[in-house]
């Protein structure tokens, strides 16, 4: 019983502890200057995936390559069949209204390249190199229509960038940024390691694969803000954000957990994923091609197909 207290206590304080640390470094920036429109493309985005990160890194660090890939692909596909299903349950998502095309495509590469990068067996340094590489072509591009999107004087206002981002205060003193950025770099290696080693117990107490661990309790878990994210969305009918939120998540998971954990150490790639989990992950991401290129909502019927296909995926994993 301790183990499952002690990953339900190690994702708490990860959840905590990557909501403080980006409060404080989005604060620290703006305090310092740094433009809140490179704010919101680079610090809030490494920012909530935090928690990801240090799982990877800590999980790379033991040992444990199936909860460090588990968590990455697990979560992609847990943010497409259940971060979208179970909001659309609760109201459409009018996603028909949504310009995520190109957004879309530089996901579906990133989990090509992804794939791909799987097939030889291991993610050495090169791998993280290349994918590193891609995220930062991405960025690139991102922040080059954003500033000629302002430049153009659609919403080129200061105070519109700042809006976007819901941890932004300016105002906020030093002393309590550092207190942010202080409870966010102790708790996420805290949080981390709580999660990986007792993970790893249950695993090896229920005779479950690390790697399945990776891919259900690790993977939903460090899902829950994506979920929270969506659920409000949809409540509030914001469905670019919903939208937006599961694509951008999905493909900085690809490209830049992997891509920072493979400068810990090689991640083996278990059969298993080669053979079923990453075509799992793929063909759940072409589920979105109604939504994006045919202007088809996010209805309650679809949200319920979502989340059933989820439940059969961890029927089979179990």
């Known amino acids: 019983m301790m183990p499952w207290l002690y990953s339900a206590l190690g994702l708490v304080i990860l959840l905590l502890a990557g909501d403080a640390l980006v409060r404080g470094a989005v604060n620290l920036s703006l305090r310092l200057g740094v433009p809140a429109l490179i704010v919101s493309l680079t610090i809030v985005a490494f920012g909530t995936s935090a928690p990801e990160l240090l799982i990877a890194i800590s999980a790379v660090h033991e040992g444990a390559d199936g909860i460090a890939l588990g968590n990455v692909v697990g979560s992609n596909t847990a943010n497409i069949l259940l971060v979208l299903g179970i909001p659309a349950l609760m109201r459409a998502l009018h996603t028909s209204e949504c310009s995520t095309r190109k957004n879309y495509i530089f996901m579906l590469g990133a989990s090509v390249l992804f794939i791909g990068l799987a097939f030889c067996g291991t993610f050495t340094i090169w791998s993280g190199l290349i994918l590193l590489a891609a995220l930062a072509g991405v960025l690139g591009i991102a922040f080059h229509e954003a500033r000629n999107h302002r430049r153009n004087g659609k919403g080129c206002a200061a105070d519109t960038d700042l809006e976007e981002i819901e941890e932004a205060d300016p105002d906020m003193p030093y002393w309590r940024v550092c207190i ?35 891919l259900t309790l690790v993977a939903i878990g460090t899902s829950l803000p994506e979920l929270a994210t969506t659920v409000m969305a949809a409540l509030r009918r914001q469905a670019d954000v919903a939208l937006g939120n599961v694509i951008g998540s999905n493909m ?5 957990i992997i891509g920072i954990a493979t400068f810990v150490g090689p991640i083996s790639v278990d059969p298993e994923f080669l053979r079923f989990d990453l075509w799992v992950m ?28 989820y439940l059969a995926y961890l029927f089979v994993l179990f």
């Open 252 to 256: 900085f998971n690809l490209l830049a």
């Open 180 to 214: 942010y950025l202080l409870l966010g770099l102790i708790g996420l290696p805290l949080g981390a390691d709580l999660l990986v080693d007792n993970a790893s117990i249950i695993a090896r107490t229920y005779g479950i694969s690390e790697t399945v661990i990776g």
């Open 282 to 309: 793929l063909t759940a991401s072409l589920l979105l091609i109604p939504f994006v290129f045919f202007k088809q909502d996010i209805t309650r019927i679809w949200g319920g197909i979502l989340t059933v296909l």
